[in-house]
């Protein structure tokens, strides 16, 4: 980690173009901003852009914009977000998910600063200093021609590679330790350190989740840490929890589960963001109800009375939701 931030020392001035590679939760985005902070750019504007989140046209036009009448829902001129974020700083998540099409378009603004709008003949000059990431091997997506070769060396002009957590023992306790202090502090709690076994437990999980993994771990052991010590006990639940509900403790949960729903949509939101983009927000949310309403019903014996108590919501509300999602027809 210390390589690292002395390379970040070096490079923030230039205005070059950064490439960081590495896998989900290793830190990718938060390089990215401290590139942004420690450069000439930092009191210009920092937008983030997710490549994976969007199909084709909706992301060329949150990119370079739209003109009115360019498709269907283009109502209006829309400017892009290289325009919006001219002398600014931009990042481009997942960059390895890009259309060719779209790849294309990319390479002209780092070779001459210019575009177009979808839609528009007017060629428009921007300032912007680009900060790519991905979590897959672009040299691979190269060979599987699916990433430009081109392209692939403009954004590498300078490479950062961030290793796995399994790989980097050795900063795995000082950012068990930066955790502990970080979280401690957030709940008004005196936890000091960490005990040799629960450290040595720690040491032997396989982190797939990476750095995101370890702060949400030590976040529930925090919560959950009677004394000033984290024993194993302490992880018990968090270190097996990505298998779903089961093993999560709902009292440790507190009455948002935002923690329980975290840990079972993170290993597999990269996932859904592959099959479902543009639309995870309906599909989620209308799964979630819909296994709601069915497990109700079904601890109800399908008495509608009593699984409309149970949910608490009105039995209009409960049969309109049942017609809904075909339950019980
Ligand atoms: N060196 C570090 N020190 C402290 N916290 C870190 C460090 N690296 C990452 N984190 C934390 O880990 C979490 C994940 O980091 P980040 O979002 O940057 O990962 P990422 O590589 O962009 O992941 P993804 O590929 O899933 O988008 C964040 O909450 C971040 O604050
Ligand atoms: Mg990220």
Same mark, same amino acid.
């Given at each position: 980690m210390i390589e690292i931030w002395k390379m970040v020392g070096k490079i923030a001035d230039s205005d070059a173009t950064v490439l960081i590679q590495g896998e989900s939760g290793t830190g990718k985005e938060l390089l990215a901003r401290a590139i942004y902070d420690n450069s *000439?750019? *930092?009191n210009r504007s920092f937008l983030a852009i997710n490549c994976a989140a969007l199909p084709e046209n909706l992301l060329e036009s949150e990119l370079f914009g739209h003109e009115k &009448? +360019?498709?269907?829902?283009?109502h209006a001129r829309r400017i892009g977000k290289f325009e919006q974020c001219n002398g600014g700083t931009i990042f481009l998540d $997942?960059? &390895? $998910?890009? +259309?060719p099409a779209s790849q294309g378009k990319l390479l002209r603004v780092l070779e001459n600063q210019e575009f177009e709008r979808v839609g528009g003949n007017e060629t428009i000059k921007v300032d912007v200093r680009i900060i790519a990431a991905t979590n897959r091997s672009l040299l691979q997506a190269v060979k599987e021609k699916t990433f430009r070769l081109d392209l692939f060396y403009r954004l590498r002009v300078v490479s950062f590679f961030l290793p796995p957590l399994r790989e980097r023992s050795e900063d795995l306790p000082l950012l068990t330790e930066l955790f502990i202090r970080r979280f401690s502090r957030k709940y008004s709690k005196q936890i000091k350190g960490i005990a040799p076994k629960a450290m040595e437990n720690l040491s032997t999980h396989a982190w797939e989740g990476n750095i995101r993994e370890l702060k949400n771990v030590i976040n529930s052991a925090v919560v959950l840490c009677k004394g000033d010590l984290l024993i194993p006990d302490d992880f018990e639940s968090f270190l097996e929890a990505r298998a779903g509900f089961k093993e999560i403790d709902l009292d440790a949960a507190g009455d948002d589960y935002y923690q329980v729903f975290t840990c079972m949509l993170e290993p597999i939101f990269d996932g859904l963001c592959h099959k479902n983009k543009g639309s995870i927000y309906d599909n989620v949310n209308m799964g979630l109800e819909k296994a709601l309403i069915q497990m109700s019903m079904s601890k109800a014996n399908n008495n509608q009375v009593l699984a409309a108590k149970l949910l608490g919501i009105s039995r209009n509300t409960l049969r309109d939701r049942l017609e809904k999602y075909h339950i019980g027809s």
């Open positions: *000439k750019r *930092k &009448g +360019s498709f269907t829902d283009a $997942e960059i &390895g $998910e890009m +259309s």
